[in-house]
């Protein structure tokens, strides 16, 4: 959950100052501290995934009836289709244009005016359909991919707020006035901060607000971010891929195991850590056999 309008204007954006750091420019360091490989700085736009082209049934996914999908999930597969594979794009005449009555006076009545269709309206045919389904498939786990960094990203920064690693004031959305005095770190012991993140506001008068926005920026202190990325493990920020990354890693320590290797990077979810194990273990078939310690011989 992001201002699209907020996070695409860089520019438009509060300047660092006094040793402060305005949290949308910490968000964005902490993620590529974390993403060396994959941040593209862009995360923030990303669209949510399409929803209901698919329904499940006893833990399988089946293509749900296209009469079943709304409007803009439907003008958003053509859109995907045409980027992505413009070759396979067929469209036919809907056969499901609206029909319009004409005005009928008593005369019209009594001749049987015949029916007046609307404007016909062009739709994917139905391998068309198909295809662009292929391919939303595939951006759904792109958009997801970048969601869960974001949200990796916003983690961060929590938790370091909150366990009182990185100080944060607030500033006047005016401006002009001096940074507030550190900002009690508990404010952010709270589940979920992202509406904290769709502008970098919040109000101190309700710091447990789930509500968007807020009478103040977020600015964090530039000495503790600098620690902080600092402190990420030299693998994450190398700009080494991932996968290479745990293939080398396995290779010079052959007694890792999976969990072992995880916790070097903090940053990744869980879907993110998978993603990148199966690329290694494709590179290096060891990593198949490191899912568990080997017991101990007795």
């Known amino acids: 959950m992001s201002d699209s309008k907020f996070w ?34 862009t995360e923030p736009l990303t669209r949510e995934p399409l929803s209901d082209l698919w329904f499940v049934v006893g833990g399988r996914k089946f293509l749900q009836p296209r009469s ?17 594979a413009p070759e396979k794009l067929e469209e036919q005449l809907s056969t499901n244009a609206p029909r319009l009555q004409p ?35 595939r951006e759904n786990e792109r958009r997801q991919a970048a969601l869960d960094r974001y949200a990796g990203a916003q983690k961060f920064l929590k938790e370091a ?11 006047p959305l005016r401006g002009g006035q001096p940074f507030s005095p550190p900002m009690p770190a508990e404010w952010w012991n709270v589940k979920d901060v992202s509406n904290r993140f769709y502008k970098c506001q919040m109000d101190p008068g309700k710091p447990d607000s789930p509500h968007i926005g807020g009478d103040r ?27 290479r990354q745990i293939a080398d890693m396995k290779i010079k320590d052959p007694s890792l195991v999976r969990g072992d290797i995880a916790k ?35």
Do not use: C
């Not at 850590?273 to 590179?283: G, N």
């Open 8 to 41: 695409a204007n860089e520019d438009d954006w509060f300047d660092d100052a006094y040793g402060y750091v305005f949290l949308a420019r910490a968000l964005k360091a902490a993620g590529k501290a974390l993403h060396p490989a994959e941040w593209t700085g």
């Open 68 to 84: 079943s999908v709304s409007g803009p999930s439907v003008a958003e597969v053509r859109r995907l289709l045409l980027i992505y």
């Open 103 to 137: 005005l009928r006076t008593a005369r019209d009545a009594s001749r049987g005016s015949a029916t007046v269709y609307g404007t016909p309206r062009m739709e994917l045919t139905d391998q068309s359909w198909i295809d662009g389904v292929e391919v939303a498939a």
């Open 161 to 171: 707020i909150r366990d009182g690693k990185l100080k944060f004031v607030l500033l």
């Open 217 to 243: 920026w977020i600015f964090v202190d530039g000495g503790d971010l600098e620690k902080l990325l600092a402190s990420i493990s030299p693998v994450v920020g190398s700009g080494m891929p991932i996968s």
């Open 264 to 298: 070097r990077f903090p940053g990744l979810s869980e879907r993110e850590f998978d993603m990148h194990w199966k690329r290694a273990a494709e590179a290096l078939p060891d990593l198949k056999k490191a899912g568990r310690p080997r017991k101990s011989l007795q």
